[in-house]
């Protein structure tokens, strides 16, 4: 950093090394006006952004790894904005659970019965997360099937992770290419591995 020009007729100069004035501008720093005015008028407009971006930092990845969820879900675009986050106490025909293991496996069971879900022919399944450009985390599951043959990239199906915390997690996949594609599942923690 060298010098920024600040909207006065001095420069500031994080090094004190000096400006046009010959008096060194001090940011936040003391000097013998106090703060620079323009940062000054800035403030109450700089203060709530910077608290707003502490707070919005996106899922944690690591939230999902180790872990397992009580999820229902739809794949009908239309109840989408109409799903909500099932309450394990009354599990239903509909809910399932889902594993994350922190060695990057992945399962998937019905809730009433504990049978696997997987589909026939599929071994075993892993899971991947990853950031897309736009900062949003996706999830994609490949599955191993019994020819021996993982899941190529271009046949994952993109998950937007649209929130995971410690309790909650929400992925939505929709038009998967060009398709009509739609899947929404919501989940609440069901219990630490």
């Not at 203060?47 to 879900?73: A, H, N, Q, R």
């Not at 994952?156 to 739609?182: C, G, M």
Request: aromatic share 12%.
């Amino acid at each position: 950093m060298r010098a920024f020009l600040l909207p006065s007729d001095r420069f500031f100069c994080p090094d004190t090394s000096g400006s046009l004035s010959g008096m060194p501008q001090y940011l936040l720093g003391p000097q013998p006006q106090g703060l620079h005015p323009a940062f000054m008028k800035s403030l109450p407009f700089l203060l709530p952004l910077l608290l707003l971006g502490l707070g919005c930092t996106g899922p944690d990845p690591e939230k999902l790894k180790g872990s397992e969820w009580f999820c229902v879900d739809t794949t009908d675009p239309e109840e989408s904005g109409t799903l909500s986050y099932p309450d394990p106490a009354n599990p239903g025909p509909t809910n399932f659970r889902e594993v994350y293991g922190k060695d990057g496996s992945y399962q998937v069971f019905d809730v009433t019965t504990g049978q696997s879900l997987l589909g026939t022919g599929v071994e075993k399944a892993r899971y991947n997360l990853k950031t897309n450009q736009d900062g949003e985390l996706i999830l994609t599951v490949d599955l191993f099937v019994l020819d021996g043959k993982w899941t190529s990239e271009e046949e994952r199906i993109p998950y937007i992770v649209k929130e995971l915390t410690d309790s909650r997690f929400h992925a939505i996949a929709q038009n998967y290419e060009s398709t009509s594609f739609f899947n929404e599942s919501m989940c609440v923690r069901w219990k630490e591995n």
